[in-house]
């Protein structure tokens, strides 16, 4: 898939309501998951953009809620939460990496609009989406011209639309093979114009924060479903071939690929039933700390994903993975994409978590 083809899909998911996703906690967390994971299945840099978008949409709605009760520039049915929403709406991007030396600032501007500055990096879909939402940072480096925050609280978000002056795309920094097709660049706004979402750290304090990571986590399980379906319909189709054959049976020469099922049913069963438990306790508790539960799942799922392709390349040989477009595709982006967990990182941040009180699932 190219990233015409995924900027394409895209626009077909939106438009035809596909991308309308039931919101993290609402009842239906695991339908949402499903879906993302279901998209993943297809194709990673199409899922990269569709994450975005739906991740999105969830924080705008969950800005225009807080917006009822504290300081928001998202009032609750705002025309841009339903825009976002809306089939046929502009497609969006969550930008949120800080890496040095990349900073995005605003200036608050006498309309009530905020003027950006700077260079946000890593911005998936930067070419070929319509808006955006980014971490910025005030300007004068204090509040950002509020008197209710500071710089402890984190950075702000604003929302931003791409095609206007002041708005460029670097991607020649862009070199690996994996993801290439999501369309990520750096991203230049000189004076760009753009609205203020939520208050100073509502990116990061909000309960949805951490349901967005697992959303991540459910679409590299789902690519990694997809490779092991590969998997089961090369297994099937040779285990047809043995029976006509071999009709009076014999050793099975396909006998290591039933061994890589075996190991993928384990890896893939356990890791589908975290998620599950996962989205049940959202729902149950959508306004909860899920910090535990995103680095829980992330972990498990980054794992399971490297395990699961491992398995999966040992045991179907090259020719697959340099005959099927699909696949050798998933070969090169699912190591690019799960490399945002942050692996032993989140490992040490999830043991603290239990040590300072976090629930474990541990026992039955």
Not at 52 to 68: F, N, Q
Request: with cysteine; proline share 5%.
């Amino acid at each position: 898939m190219t990233t015409a083809q995924a900027s394409l899909q895209l626009r077909a998911l939106i438009d035809t309501g596909q991308a309308e996703l039931p919101l993290p906690g609402d009842g239906r967390t695991l339908a949402r998951w499903s879906a993302l994971a279901a998209v993943a299945a297809r194709d990673l840099s199409l899922v990269k953009l569709f994450e975005g978008h739906t991740d999105a949409v969830a924080i705008l709605a969950e800005a225009a809620v807080l917006g009822r009760s504290r300081e928001s520039s998202i009032a609750a049915g705002s025309p841009l939460v339903a825009s976002a929403a809306r089939s046929g709406g502009p497609a969006y991007g969550v930008w949120a990496a800080e890496p040095p030396g990349a900073r995005v600032t605003f200036r608050r501007m006498p309309d009530g609009s905020v003027a950006l500055s700077g260079t946000k990096a890593w911005c998936s879909g930067a070419t070929v989406l319509d808006r955006a939402l980014l971490t910025v940072w005030p300007e004068d480096g204090v509040s950002g011209g509020s008197a209710t925050s500071s710089p402890a609280t984190g950075p702000w978000l604003a929302d931003v639309e791409l095609d206007q002056p002041g708005v460029s795309f670097d991607a020649s920094r862009w070199k690996a093979v994996g993801m290439v097709d999501s369309a990520s660049a750096s991203v230049r706004f000189e004076t760009a114009s753009a609205r203020l979402v939520g208050g100073a750290g509502f990116y990061l304090s909000r309960p949805g924060f951490w349901h967005g990571g697992i959303g991540v986590a459910a679409c590299w399980h789902g690519a990694a479903c997809a490779a092991a379906s590969a998997l089961r319909v090369q297994t099937e189709a040779a285990a047809a071939r043995h029976s006509e054959a071999a009709p009076s049976g014999g050793v099975d020469p396909g006998w290591h690929r039933a061994l890589a099922l075996g190991e993928i049913d384990r890896l893939l069963s356990a890791n589908a039933a975290l998620l599950r438990e996962a989205a049940a306790w959202v729902d149950r508790d959508p306004e909860g700390d899920a910090r535990a539960w995103a680095l829980r799942t992330r972990a498990a799922s980054d794992e399971c994903a490297q395990q699961v392709l491992r398995a999966v390349a040992r045991a179907m040989g090259a020719g697959p993975l340099c005959h099927d477009e699909a696949l050798a595709r998933l070969a090169a982006d699912l190591p690019v994409f799960i490399r945002q967990c942050h692996g032993d990182r989140d490992l040490v941040a999830l043991g603290h978590a239990i040590l300072n009180h976090a629930e474990a699932t541990w026992t039955l």
